[in-house]
Protein backbone atom coordinates (compact mmCIF):
# COMPACT_ATOMS: atom_id res chain seq x y z
CA UNK A 1 0.00 0.00 0.00
CA UNK A 2 2.92 2.58 -0.01
CA UNK A 3 2.38 3.67 -3.28
CA UNK A 4 -0.97 5.00 -2.74
CA UNK A 5 -0.19 6.29 0.44
CA UNK A 6 2.18 8.40 -1.71
CA UNK A 7 0.46 8.93 -4.17
CA UNK A 8 -3.04 10.18 -1.49
CA UNK A 9 0.12 12.45 -0.52
CA UNK A 10 0.46 14.37 -3.52
CA UNK A 11 -3.57 14.36 -3.95
CA UNK A 12 -3.79 16.13 -0.68
CA UNK A 13 -0.95 19.00 -1.20
CA UNK A 14 -3.20 19.88 -4.58
CA UNK A 15 -6.50 20.15 -2.42
CA UNK A 16 -4.71 22.02 0.08
CA UNK A 17 -3.83 24.46 -2.59
CA UNK A 18 -6.88 24.29 -4.81
CA UNK A 19 -9.55 25.03 -1.88
CA UNK A 20 -7.53 27.20 0.84
CA UNK A 21 -5.78 29.74 -1.59
CA UNK A 22 -6.34 28.80 -4.56
CA UNK A 23 -9.84 28.25 -4.91
CA UNK A 24 -11.10 30.44 -1.93
CA UNK A 25 -8.71 32.75 -0.07
CA UNK A 26 -7.83 33.78 -4.12
CA UNK A 27 -11.09 34.96 -4.91
CA UNK A 28 -11.72 36.82 -2.29
CA UNK A 29 -8.56 38.56 -2.47
CA UNK A 30 -8.70 39.35 -6.35
CA UNK A 31 -12.30 40.94 -5.64
CA UNK A 32 -11.36 43.17 -2.86
CA UNK A 33 -8.42 44.35 -4.32
CA UNK A 34 -10.11 45.57 -7.36
CA UNK A 35 -13.28 46.59 -5.80
CA UNK A 36 -16.37 48.24 -7.78
CA UNK A 37 -13.73 49.13 -10.64
CA UNK A 38 -12.71 47.11 -13.80
CA UNK A 39 -9.18 46.61 -13.98
CA UNK A 40 -6.85 44.04 -16.08
CA UNK A 41 -4.31 42.93 -13.39
CA UNK A 42 -1.27 40.69 -12.67
CA UNK A 43 -1.06 38.16 -9.97
CA UNK A 44 1.85 36.74 -8.65
CA UNK A 45 2.27 34.53 -5.60
CA UNK A 46 4.61 32.40 -3.87
CA UNK A 47 3.00 29.56 -1.75
CA UNK A 48 4.66 27.22 1.02
CA UNK A 49 2.67 24.08 2.50
CA UNK A 50 4.90 22.09 5.62
CA UNK A 51 2.46 18.24 4.97
CA UNK A 52 3.47 16.24 7.89
CA UNK A 53 1.57 13.29 7.25
CA UNK A 54 0.77 10.79 9.90
CA UNK A 55 0.30 6.85 9.44
CA UNK A 56 -1.36 4.13 11.47
CA UNK A 57 2.31 2.89 12.21
CA UNK A 58 3.62 5.93 13.90
CA UNK A 59 5.45 7.12 11.08
CA UNK A 60 5.67 10.79 9.73
CA UNK A 61 6.05 11.55 5.46
CA UNK A 62 7.51 15.00 5.47
CA UNK A 63 7.17 16.51 2.41
CA UNK A 64 6.90 20.50 1.84
CA UNK A 65 5.81 21.85 -0.91
CA UNK A 66 6.69 25.05 -2.64
CA UNK A 67 4.62 27.24 -5.79
CA UNK A 68 5.35 30.01 -7.34
CA UNK A 69 2.27 30.77 -10.12
CA UNK A 70 2.07 34.34 -11.79
CA UNK A 71 -1.29 35.03 -13.67
CA UNK A 72 -2.51 37.81 -16.08
CA UNK A 73 -6.14 38.43 -16.66
CA UNK A 74 -7.96 40.75 -18.78
CA UNK A 75 -10.76 43.00 -17.81
CA UNK A 76 -13.08 40.94 -20.37
CA UNK A 77 -12.03 37.88 -18.10
CA UNK A 78 -9.64 35.59 -20.64
CA UNK A 79 -6.76 35.13 -18.03
CA UNK A 80 -2.94 33.26 -18.78
CA UNK A 81 -0.15 32.00 -17.02
CA UNK A 82 1.93 29.44 -15.30
CA UNK A 83 3.19 28.22 -12.29
CA UNK A 84 6.22 25.83 -10.96
CA UNK A 85 6.03 23.09 -7.84
CA UNK A 86 8.82 21.53 -6.06
CA UNK A 87 8.90 18.86 -3.45
CA UNK A 88 11.93 19.78 -1.50
CA UNK A 89 12.46 16.94 0.86
CA UNK A 90 12.65 13.64 -1.34
CA UNK A 91 15.65 12.05 -2.42
CA UNK A 92 14.91 12.58 -6.19
CA UNK A 93 14.28 16.32 -7.05
CA UNK A 94 10.89 16.49 -8.47
CA UNK A 95 8.93 19.58 -9.59
CA UNK A 96 5.95 20.12 -11.85
CA UNK A 97 5.27 22.66 -14.74
CA UNK A 98 1.84 24.15 -15.64
CA UNK A 99 0.57 26.94 -18.09
CA UNK A 100 -3.37 27.85 -17.95
CA UNK A 101 -5.70 29.64 -20.24
CA UNK A 102 -9.34 30.32 -19.04
CA UNK A 103 -12.12 32.59 -18.96
CA UNK A 104 -13.93 33.82 -15.64
CA UNK A 105 -17.14 36.46 -15.47
CA UNK A 106 -18.59 37.69 -11.95
CA UNK A 107 -22.01 38.90 -12.43
CA UNK A 108 -24.09 41.54 -10.44
CA UNK A 109 -26.32 39.01 -9.22
CA UNK A 110 -23.27 37.17 -7.15
CA UNK A 111 -22.89 34.31 -9.11
CA UNK A 112 -19.23 33.67 -11.04
CA UNK A 113 -18.19 31.11 -13.66
CA UNK A 114 -14.63 29.96 -14.00
CA UNK A 115 -13.60 28.07 -17.46
CA UNK A 116 -10.03 26.87 -17.69
CA UNK A 117 -6.92 24.38 -19.88
CA UNK A 118 -4.09 23.31 -18.09
CA UNK A 119 -0.88 21.81 -19.81
CA UNK A 120 1.14 20.39 -17.06
CA UNK A 121 4.61 18.38 -16.94
CA UNK A 122 5.92 16.33 -14.50
CA UNK A 123 9.64 15.52 -13.82
CA UNK A 124 11.14 13.34 -10.97
CA UNK A 125 10.05 10.36 -8.16
CA UNK A 126 7.09 8.63 -9.82
CA UNK A 127 6.04 7.64 -6.57
CA UNK A 128 5.34 11.30 -5.84
CA UNK A 129 3.98 11.81 -9.25
CA UNK A 130 0.70 11.20 -7.94
CA UNK A 131 -1.62 12.20 -11.06
CA UNK A 132 -0.28 11.55 -14.43
CA UNK A 133 -2.13 13.61 -17.09
CA UNK A 134 -0.74 16.16 -19.44
CA UNK A 135 -3.86 18.02 -20.14
CA UNK A 136 -6.84 19.33 -17.56
CA UNK A 137 -10.01 20.63 -18.30
CA UNK A 138 -11.56 22.76 -14.92
CA UNK A 139 -14.95 24.28 -14.16
CA UNK A 140 -16.20 26.37 -11.40
CA UNK A 141 -19.71 27.83 -10.34
CA UNK A 142 -20.17 29.87 -7.67
CA UNK A 143 -22.81 32.21 -5.89
CA UNK A 144 -22.28 34.55 -2.98
CA UNK A 145 -24.93 34.25 -0.54
CA UNK A 146 -25.35 37.23 1.46
CA UNK A 147 -21.85 36.70 3.83
CA UNK A 148 -21.64 32.76 2.44
CA UNK A 149 -20.13 31.49 -0.89
CA UNK A 150 -21.60 28.32 -2.54
CA UNK A 151 -19.13 26.81 -4.80
CA UNK A 152 -18.90 23.74 -6.74
CA UNK A 153 -15.70 22.57 -9.11
CA UNK A 154 -14.65 20.05 -11.33
CA UNK A 155 -11.38 19.34 -13.05
CA UNK A 156 -11.54 16.43 -16.17
CA UNK A 157 -7.68 15.14 -16.14
CA UNK A 158 -6.18 13.56 -19.18
CA UNK A 159 -3.01 11.44 -18.62
CA UNK A 160 -1.95 7.80 -18.78
CA UNK A 161 -5.81 7.19 -17.06
CA UNK A 162 -8.52 10.22 -17.54
CA UNK A 163 -10.22 10.72 -14.43
CA UNK A 164 -13.02 13.47 -13.37
CA UNK A 165 -12.63 15.10 -9.72
CA UNK A 166 -15.30 17.52 -8.25
CA UNK A 167 -15.74 19.57 -4.95
CA UNK A 168 -18.52 21.21 -3.37
CA UNK A 169 -17.76 23.89 -1.08
CA UNK A 170 -19.46 26.24 1.19
CA UNK A 171 -17.26 29.38 2.86
CA UNK A 172 -18.37 32.15 4.84
CA UNK A 173 -17.03 35.90 4.17
CA UNK A 174 -15.59 37.49 6.88
CA UNK A 175 -14.19 40.73 6.39
CA UNK A 176 -11.84 43.37 8.56
CA UNK A 177 -11.39 46.97 6.72
CA UNK A 178 -8.48 49.52 8.03
CA UNK A 179 -7.43 48.18 11.08
CA UNK A 180 -4.11 49.64 11.12
CA UNK A 181 -4.21 52.19 8.34
CA UNK A 182 -6.88 53.12 5.32
CA UNK A 183 -5.48 50.74 2.92
CA UNK A 184 -5.47 47.66 4.84
CA UNK A 185 -7.73 44.57 5.14
CA UNK A 186 -8.14 41.30 7.17
CA UNK A 187 -10.08 38.22 4.97
CA UNK A 188 -10.92 35.24 6.65
CA UNK A 189 -12.86 32.70 4.91
CA UNK A 190 -13.32 29.75 6.60
CA UNK A 191 -15.35 26.73 5.01
CA UNK A 192 -16.12 23.22 4.70
CA UNK A 193 -16.62 21.00 1.62
CA UNK A 194 -16.97 17.29 0.27
CA UNK A 195 -14.59 15.39 -2.63
CA UNK A 196 -15.52 13.01 -5.48
CA UNK A 197 -13.71 11.57 -7.83
CA UNK A 198 -12.21 8.72 -10.21
CA UNK A 199 -9.78 6.13 -8.86
CA UNK A 200 -8.14 5.03 -11.92
CA UNK A 201 -5.10 6.88 -11.01
CA UNK A 202 -4.56 4.50 -7.98
CA UNK A 203 -3.19 1.75 -9.78
CA UNK A 204 -1.56 3.17 -11.97
CA UNK A 205 1.95 2.39 -10.75
CA UNK A 206 0.97 -1.01 -10.05
CA UNK A 207 2.34 -3.98 -11.12
CA UNK A 208 -0.81 -6.34 -12.03
CA UNK A 209 -0.72 -8.78 -9.72
CA UNK A 210 -0.92 -5.98 -7.14
CA UNK A 211 -3.49 -4.28 -9.40
CA UNK A 212 -5.55 -7.47 -9.09
CA UNK A 213 -4.95 -7.77 -5.40
CA UNK A 214 -5.83 -4.17 -4.54
CA UNK A 215 -9.22 -4.60 -6.63
CA UNK A 216 -10.14 -8.04 -4.86
CA UNK A 217 -9.34 -6.53 -1.51
CA UNK A 218 -11.68 -3.48 -1.84
CA UNK A 219 -14.37 -5.67 -3.03
CA UNK A 220 -14.65 -8.72 -0.38
CA UNK A 221 -14.43 -5.22 1.88
CA UNK A 222 -18.10 -3.86 0.07
CA UNK A 223 -16.05 -0.74 -1.27
CA UNK A 224 -16.05 0.12 -5.38
CA UNK A 225 -13.56 0.32 -7.54
CA UNK A 226 -12.63 1.89 -10.51
CA UNK A 227 -15.71 4.34 -10.46
CA UNK A 228 -16.19 7.75 -9.22
CA UNK A 229 -17.16 8.10 -5.86
CA UNK A 230 -17.00 9.84 -2.53
CA UNK A 231 -13.37 10.96 -1.57
CA UNK A 232 -13.68 12.95 1.53
CA UNK A 233 -14.54 15.64 3.77
CA UNK A 234 -12.42 18.53 4.39
CA UNK A 235 -12.14 21.70 6.63
CA UNK A 236 -10.32 25.05 5.51
CA UNK A 237 -9.83 28.04 7.31
CA UNK A 238 -7.79 30.38 5.06
CA UNK A 239 -6.64 33.90 6.50
CA UNK A 240 -5.15 36.77 4.39
CA UNK A 241 -4.00 40.28 5.67
CA UNK A 242 -3.39 42.86 2.43
CA UNK A 243 -2.08 46.40 2.52
CA UNK A 244 -3.07 48.19 -0.45
CA UNK A 245 -2.09 45.34 -3.43
CA UNK A 246 0.36 42.97 -0.63
CA UNK A 247 -1.26 39.93 0.75
CA UNK A 248 0.19 37.72 3.55
CA UNK A 249 -2.25 34.56 3.99
CA UNK A 250 -1.89 31.52 5.94
CA UNK A 251 -4.17 28.51 5.57
CA UNK A 252 -5.08 25.48 7.18
CA UNK A 253 -6.86 22.57 5.96
CA UNK A 254 -7.94 19.07 7.93
CA UNK A 255 -8.94 16.55 5.58
CA UNK A 256 -11.27 13.20 6.81
CA UNK A 257 -10.88 10.55 3.54
CA UNK A 258 -13.75 8.40 2.92
CA UNK A 259 -13.74 5.04 4.16
CA UNK A 260 -12.54 3.33 0.80
CA UNK A 261 -9.52 5.48 1.44
CA UNK A 262 -9.57 5.15 5.07
CA UNK A 263 -9.02 1.30 4.12
CA UNK A 264 -6.00 1.46 1.33
CA UNK A 265 -4.21 3.31 4.31
CA UNK A 266 -4.68 6.87 4.58
CA UNK A 267 -5.03 8.69 7.57
CA UNK A 268 -7.25 11.71 8.63
CA UNK A 269 -4.66 14.61 7.49
CA UNK A 270 -3.80 17.88 7.79
CA UNK A 271 -1.78 20.95 7.16
CA UNK A 272 -0.31 24.56 6.62
CA UNK A 273 0.19 26.71 3.80
CA UNK A 274 2.02 30.06 3.58
CA UNK A 275 1.39 33.07 0.94
CA UNK A 276 3.22 35.32 -0.41
CA UNK A 277 0.30 37.82 -3.22
CA UNK A 278 1.27 40.56 -5.54
CA UNK A 279 -1.28 42.16 -7.58
CA UNK A 280 -0.43 44.55 -10.27
CA UNK A 281 -3.71 46.80 -11.11
CA UNK A 282 -4.14 48.59 -14.54
CA UNK A 283 -6.15 51.13 -15.96
CA UNK A 284 -9.45 50.81 -17.83
Not at 123 to 152: A, C, P, R, V, W
Request: charged content about 15%; hydrophobic content about 35%.
Amino acid sequence: MKTVKRTLIVVFIIFLYNNTFGQNTNDSIASNNASDENYSSIMLNVSYTNNNLEYLSGSTEKIPTLFANGTFTHKWGLYAGGSYTTYLSDSIASSEYELTAGYQKYFNNGFDIDLSYNWHQYDGDTLLEGLNYQHSLGLMLGIELGKFYLSSNAAYMIGNTNNLFADLSLSRFIQFDKLFSNHDVLLINPGVSVSFGTDYWLYENMSTAEKQATLTNLQNAGYTSETFAFEGFNIFVPVSYGIKSIYLSASYLYRIPSNKYEFLGWENQSGFMFSLTYFINFNK
